[in-house]
């Protein structure tokens, strides 16, 4: 049996030994699943490697897939900070893609590039909507918002779904071979985001995006009143009001806020690359719950979010790239998993130490026969 | 509604209520434990893969096969939920992320996917779970289609729903987990294992998860496909809430599911014209409106929510 | 101090020897051995944190020790669980009760039993119990609806029903009026005069005397000596406890506040109000404090001084009356509110409620300032005016911590107390409401705090102090309101404050 024992402090390295270490623990699991496929782990992770990172064109490709992972997670660390737990990033990011969406269609050829912002706009709104639903719930009529946002997510799937399968909407192109097969109208051009060179990598315009976002959240976090109370309702919600704070309103603002970073990921998601509704496509990404991982992981600050996304971007590129013979589809995704667990397991081994109990240090046999010494629990100061 | 038109909705309502059924018993019990599992998608999901390799690959008689399947599937939920059990319970992570990284760990996109391509499922299952004639009576009006006309599998989870309540309301054991789910500390103090009971009834409910997922691969959709169980883990975590926390109501939400996810073909199919998604929507939206109804601590109290659920215990801290 | 040199007449019922328990930073048992003969009410006296809880929860199996070995009737037994020490029959009384709250009487009392599930032959049992020993309560009830008295007797019922040879009550007149202490100490003598023993924890000198056979006491982790309670006096003991002779007392406050007897700064007005639970917790609470005066409010936990407190500081919605400060009507629905007009409050549960237990020291020093100048500006933290300012604060009031980043949670109970009292403190309050604030805090740190409250009403402060320590109350206070059931039983002057006769009014019999 093992036995956790609180730490009274936290030591510094840990912050960086944790994340590492269990990016590495699970690579070394992984390998295992990989030689029991029959393949080489050393072969395959250099692959996965060079399609990540390091072949031509492949940080571009990967940091188109960071782009919405880095919104979903900055949107899930902003509300997880003050333990409001957002797992509503997906249908947020849903409704930020059909509302920008929207927006495309109705001004992309009249605005020009002018409607970006709009677009940017249109998503927050949606998103933070979308989200403060859930969040007014658990604010004014303690609704648990685990389950409200995750039934939202369905919700709006199927919202996005009926929009381009089973009605005559606005986004669905009614014309050509959108007659044959349900499909959504393609945006303007005007309203695609640009691509930014940057030497030989295009950085996407959404990755800029969210690091001005990423930027704002740190500092709204870390040097206002209002991260202040965030810090405080999410470690004791008795003191925020027994201080004066106003917690159901907190409670809706972050749920707001979370919605909002996850919206714009929505609105990066037409803007940047796939320029119609496409709730299919949507779907099966699952860029809401990765976002929850990719928080976790960067220990839910929006700085490292950026980092964390890249690596797990990384690996969604490579996966898709590489999927085919020798390189079974999953892999990816289970390495993702695995690369959480161990993180989860080492954010407890820097809370705590380990200790292996023994269930008879006060038994006769270990005091009979280690009268004096220290009993097996060892790493004690 | 003619009886006809109700006979073919309660037939589809069961027919894609069980899988979910199935599931949402298994996190009953896991909840009631005090245990929070969002990992269901995923350990169905294992369930399933297991049975599909199994049903393709092992040799034998059919009824052998399909057992070693259920079996075998049973085992993969369990194994998922192990995982789970040994971060919340004994690292205490917290429950939520725990779920989460379950599911993408063996989800759509993870463990499950990499196991079908490395085992190769392209083709049907060769043994599946068809449906019964009990008695000889599939035929008779109404009830010979409801009762006397399932597959093994929906006899089993009504033997579970059974077994469960009777379990959890009517025996030792299950007062102890209830005991266990509410104070875990009173729990404790009255030398009742609470770790043993929150591991046990977290790999029972990953077990029942696992037969869930058995029922997609060896018969709803016979042949493997990435993330078939398509969402339906996350309307079992719905319907434990919906239903209260009791293996009774849950069937009712499971079988309302069924019906909701099937009405709309079954109107298409008599000219109805309802859009899909509406309906689909539905048990979203109720399960929302049931758990703002059962909001606040009377009605908690009152309707069942284990009280320390999703908090993790810990005995030896001052 | 010596153990009795006489021999036991049997084996001891319970034989602890050189029970040693670490915890992280803290020496909780040191080599502490003790012995419980069978038929005595041996009572484990110590101040809070001298290690009587531990050495009990070694002895129910929930913590094991790190060295030493427990016998009982004369043979060593492991007690790994507290399924262990049940089977062994030990039974023991929380003081916070251990039931599950949606739960029957009797499927708490049977909880952790084994075989079928028969739950009207248990019921029967457990109402023929409870008439054998006059503890009566309905079997079929659900916990959550009992009194605090009657779910103790749950408790007590829960030990009896598996025969337990020892119980150990920690604590168990806390929730109790005088009166129905004694009742429980009849209950306690009679269960005794049957062959079992009982372990009776506390720290208060007059219980100890009147109800024990023997007294063991704890301090700082070690066992100081084990007495024949016939053979010593309440001044022995207490030397004995505290390790010295010293204990606070009215005496030793010189130059006593000045009151102001015309600025009431506080005053409240029939005042009504419901608990957590929705049922009534005040019915009609008229009282005053004034500028310099401090106002004990004493009672049986749970008689609605805890709500007053929160309905003073806007914490709590009142539902009729007033409350005025320094002569000002409030709204009294916002905290904010009341802390603009100067009310300093300690609540009672001060790491979770009082501070942010995870938050920087530093942080928790301006929990009520942040929102103005100069520890905000606009939108913005001043970062520099926060470190500057935990930095005199920690040094004017002597807080030990390492450094003002560190998180509160972790410095000592009596630092956690400091920093609370510091930051309520600064500005300029007029009144402090001050509830149970030397509860769990070791001798030093209670003197210190004590020291804090008098230096407050020194300033001209208003001091409403909310405590179950009668002896406190009576020592720090210029009067004592008695509550019982949500009002004021009476109000008994400094000078003429009776023991027996506040006893008295606690119960509710005057």
Avoid at chain 2, 109 to 133: C, M, T
Avoid at chain 2, 180 to 194: K, L, W
Avoid at chain 3, 23 to 38: K, T, W, Y
Wanted: glycine letters at 12%.
């Amino acid at each position: 049996m093992i036995r956790l024992e609180r730490r009274a402090d936290l030591p510094r390295w840990l912050n960086w030994a944790i994340p590492i270490g269990s990016i590495l623990a699970a690579l070394v699991a992984g390998s295992v699943l990989i030689l029991a496929s029959g393949n080489s782990p050393f072969s395959t992770y250099s692959r996965i490697i060079d399609r990540a990172f390091v072949s031509s064109g492949a940080f571009s490709a990967t940091l188109i897939a960071a782009t919405p992972l880095l919104f979903t997670g900055l949107a899930a660390s902003a509300a997880f900070k003050m333990g409001v737990f957002n797992i509503g990033g997906q249908g947020q990011y849903v409704m930020g893609s059909i509302s920008a969406s929207a927006v495309g269609l109705a001004w992309g050829e009249s605005l020009g590039k002018g409607v970006i912002p709009l677009m940017i706009m249109a998503a927050i709104v949606a998103g933070a909507a979308w989200a403060g639903i859930a969040g007014a719930l658990r604010a004014y009529l303690s609704t648990n918002e685990i389950i409200t946002s995750l039934m939202l997510n369905y919700i709006a799937a199927n919202l996005g779904s009926w929009l381009i399968f089973n009605s005559r909407s606005y986004w669905r192109l009614l014309t050509g071979s959108g007659l044959m097969f349900p499909q959504g109208k393609r945006l303007p051009e005007t309203s695609d985001w640009p691509l930014l060179g940057l030497g030989s990598v295009s950085v996407p315009f959404g990755f800029l995006v969210g690091m001005v976002f990423a930027a704002g959240t740190y500092v709204l976090y870390r040097h206002t009143r209002f991260g202040f109370e965030v810090e405080i309702i999410g470690d004791s919600p008795a003191a925020a009001s027994y201080a004066g704070m106003r917690t159901r309103r907190k409670v809706l603002a972050v749920m707001a806020i979370s919605g909002a970073l996850a919206g714009v990921g929505g609105a990066s998601d037409v803007g940047d690359f796939r320029h119609i509704l496409d709730p299919k496509g949507l779907g099966q990404s699952g860029y809401g719950y990765t976002g929850i991982v990719i928080a976790a992981l960067a220990r839910l600050n929006p700085i490292a979010v950026i980092v964390v996304a890249v690596f797990m971007g990384g690996l969604d590129n490579a996966g898709r790239a590489l999927q085919g013979p020798g390189f079974p589809a999953g892999l990816v995704g289970t390495l993702q998993g695995l690369v959480l667990f161990f993180a989860l397991g080492g954010e407890i081994l820097a809370r705590y130490r380990i200790r292996r109990a023994h269930h008879r240090i006060a038994g006769p046999v270990a005091s009979a026969l280690a009268p004096g010494t220290d009993s097996p629990g060892g790493g004690r100061p | 509604m003619n009886a006809n038109l109700f006979v073919v909705i309660a037939v589809s309502a069961i027919y894609y209520g069980t899988p979910v059924l199935f599931a949402g018993l298994g996190e009953v019990l896991t909840e009631r434990s005090g245990v929070l599992n969002l990992g269901v998608e995923g350990m169905m999901l294992l369930g399933a893969v297991s049975a599909s390799w199994c049903s393709a690959r092992v040799g034998g008689p059919g009824w052998l096969v399909l057992a070693l399947s259920v079996l075998l599937g049973m085992a993969a939920g369990a194994l998922g939920a192990l995982i789970h059990a040994f971060a919340v319970i004994t690292l205490r992570v917290n429950q939520t992320v725990s779920g989460l990284a379950l599911t993408i760990l063996a989800g759509a996109a993870g463990f499950s996917s990499y196991l079908a391509n490395v085992w190769e499922l392209k083709n049907p299952v060769r043994h599946q779970f068809g449906k019964l004639d009990v008695l000889g009576l599939k035929d008779a009006p109404v009830l010979g289609p409801l009762l006397f006309n399932q597959t093994l599998l929906t006899y089993l989870s009504w033997v579970l729903v059974a077994a469960c309540s009777w379990y959890l309301f009517r025996t030792r054991a299950g007062l102890h987990l209830r005991a266990v789910g509410e104070s875990p500390q009173t729990a404790d103090a009255m030398g009742i294992n609470v770790v043993r009971t929150r591991y046990v009834h977290t790999l029972i409910g990953g077990a029942f998860a696992g037969i869930g997922g058995v029922c997609f691969s060896l018969s709803i959709v016979p042949t493997w496909q990435d993330g078939m169980t398509a969402g339906r883990g996350w309307i079992a975590i719905a319907l434990v809430i919906f239903g209260f926390w009791r293996p009774d109501l849950t069937m009712v939400g499971a079988y309302l599911f069924g019906a909701f996810a099937s009405l709309s073909l079954t109107l298409q199919a008599r000219g109805v014209k309802v859009a899909p998604q509406l309906l689909d929507s539905l048990p979203y939206v109720m399960t929302i409106v049931v758990l703002v109804m059962v909001s606040g601590g009377w009605a908690k109290r009152r309707l069942g929510a284990p009280a320390a659920l999703g908090i993790p215990y810990e005995r030896e801290e001052r | 101090m010596s153990t009795p040199t006489l021999p036991p007449p049997a084996p001891p019922a319970v034989l602890m020897s050189g029970i040693t328990k670490r915890f992280p930073g803290v020496l909780a048992n040191d080599d502490v051995s003790f012995e419980i003969r069978p038929g005595e009410v041996h009572a484990l006296l110590g101040e809070n944190g001298a290690g009587k809880s531990t050495l009990v929860n070694v002895l129910i199996g929930l913590y094991r020790p790190d060295a030493g070995t427990v016998q009982l009737d004369g043979t060593r037994v492991e007690l790994s669980s507290p399924g262990d020490a049940i089977a062994h029959g030990i039974g023991m009384v929380h003081q916070h009760f251990r039931l599950v709250p949606t739960f029957t009487v009797t499927e708490n009392i049977i909880l952790g039993r084994q075989g079928p599930l028969k739950l009207r032959d248990a019921e029967e049992r457990i109402r023929a119990l409870g008439e054998q020993f006059g503890l009566a309560v309905d079997p079929t009830a659900k916990v959550w609806q009992l009194s605090v008295g009657e779910q103790q007797r749950v408790e007590i019922l829960k030990t009896l029903e598996r025969d337990a040879k020892i119980l150990i009550l920690d604590e168990p007149t806390a929730v109790l009026t005088p009166q129905e202490a004694h009742a429980l100490f009849d209950t306690l003598r009679s269960m005794v005069a049957g062959g079992r023993s009982v372990v009776f924890i506390s720290h208060k000198l007059d219980e100890v005397m009147a109800v024990s056979d023997r007294v063991t006491v704890l301090r700082d982790g070690r066992n100081v000596g084990t007495v024949e309670t016939a053979a010593t006096s309440q001044r022995d003991l207490a030397r004995m406890m505290v390790g010295r002779d010293v204990v606070f007392s009215a005496d030793d406050v010189e130059d006593r506040p000045a009151i102001d007897h015309d600025r009431v700064v506080l005053r409240t007005v029939d005042l009504h109000a419901d608990d957590a639970r929705g049922r009534r917790a005040l019915r009609g609470v008229d009282l005053e404090v004034h500028a310099g005066e401090i106002v004990a409010v004493c009672g049986v936990a749970g008689n609605g001084q805890r709500e007053l407190a929160e309905v003073i500081c806007g914490t709590r919605r009142r539902l009729k009356g007033q409350v005025l400060i320094d002569g000002r009507p409030t709204v009294g629905t916002d905290p904010r509110e009341l802390i603009a007009l100067g009310v300093a409050h300690i609540p009672e549960d001060r790491l979770h409620t009082g501070l942010s237990p995870s938050a920087s020291v530093e942080h928790n020093l301006v929990l009520k300032s942040y929102r103005h100048a100069p520890a905000s500006s606009g939108p913005f933290l001043n970062h520099r005016y926060i470190r500057r300012n935990a930095g005199e604060l920690i040094e004017r009031f002597d807080i030990k911590t390492p450094g003002p980043q560190t998180p509160t949670r972790l410095l000592s109970g009596g630092n956690v107390q400091k920093v609370l009292l510091a930051r309520e403190m600064t500005g300029t309050p007029i009144l402090l409401v001050a509830a149970s604030p030397t509860r769990g805090l070791d001798v030093g740190a209670i003197e210190v705090v004590r020291g804090l409250l008098l230096d407050a009403a020194r300033r001209g402060l208003g001091v409403l102090l909310i405590t179950e320590d009668l002896e406190e109350g009576i020592a720090l206070s210029d009067r004592i309101v008695v509550m019982y059931e949500g009002q004021v039983a009476g109000v008994v002057p400094r000078g003429a404050a009776d023991v027996i006769e506040i006893g008295l009014l606690m119960g509710g019999k005057a």
